[in-house]
């Protein structure tokens, strides 16, 4: 697709569960983020993915969540004993490469429900 | 560091006013400055952004904004709203380009 593409859509789980949030990003571009976004709160950058370079997890709450990128395109987000507070939609972005516009594109999201 | 902080987590306009929606930045150096748009059960898109240059940016849809280093902020305007208007927006700054911190965001209301 031309889009950034999240999957799934939707995902409710039950306290304690682990779950997987993938992202397909626009093909070429270089650069992927993930963020969180809950009620009230806006956007909360979680990790972010450059080329072949060590990602930027500074955003990270919490050891439960992961994120990998693998062969430099598709990125899966990763919480481990999901806790209520995990409830949020996980917005994927991507960049393309070049000069640093900062534009960033982003997908619908996947809406997290933690019971 | 860098933050944004958008004045008002709700605004309400009539369908033909002028949209004023407010954003004020903090950045230790000359910052690159966002406005995004998220439509209802939609993913975000760039309305306008500023980089260097002219400080009055034009974006899509009849929005714009104007980067005043003095004051450090970057509101948005919109001349007429209309119904589409809708949304949420969202102001977000970063001092590279890539690292991009968000507001939490202003829902829109238009009313007819």
């Known amino acids: 697709g031309a889009g950034v593409s999240q999957s799934p859509s939707n995902k409710v789980t039950e306290k304690g569960k682990d779950v997987e949030l993938r992202c397909d990003p626009i093909?070429?571009?270089?650069?992927l983020y993930w963020y969180r976004q809950s009620l009230g709160q806006g956007l909360e950058f979680l990790i972010y993915?450059?080329?072949?370079?060590?990602?930027?997890k500074s955003g990270l709450p919490s050891d439960r969540f992961s994120a990998e990128r693998t062969g430099g395109s598709v990125s899966t987000l990763t919480i481990q004993r999901t806790q209520q507070e995990d409830s949020a939609v996980y917005l994927c972005?991507?960049?393309?490469?070049?000069?640093?516009?900062?534009?960033?594109?982003f997908g619908e999201g996947s809406r997290l429900t933690v019971l | 560091a860098q933050s944004v902080t958008q004045l008002g987590s709700h605004v309400s306009v009539s369908e033909g006013a002028l949209v004023l929606l407010r954003c004020n930045y903090s950045?230790?150096?000359?910052?690159?400055l966002f406005w995004y748009v998220q439509y209802p059960n939609q993913g975000l898109q760039l309305l306008l952004k500023y980089t260097t240059g002219a400080t009055l940016v034009k974006g899509i849809n009849g929005f714009e904004a104007e980067f005043k280093k003095s004051e450090t902020s970057f509101h948005l305007t919109k001349p007429s709203a209309h119904m589409s208007d809708a949304a949420e927006y969202f102001c977000a700054v970063s001092e590279t380009g890539y690292a991009l911190n968000f507001g939490k965001g202003t829902s829109l209301l238009v009313t007819p």
């Open positions: 093909s070429g571009h270089t650069a």
């Open positions: 993915f450059q080329g072949n370079s060590a990602p930027d």
């Open positions: 950045s230790s150096v000359p910052p690159y």
């Open positions: 972005a991507s960049r393309p490469p070049g000069p640093n516009t900062g534009e960033l594109f």
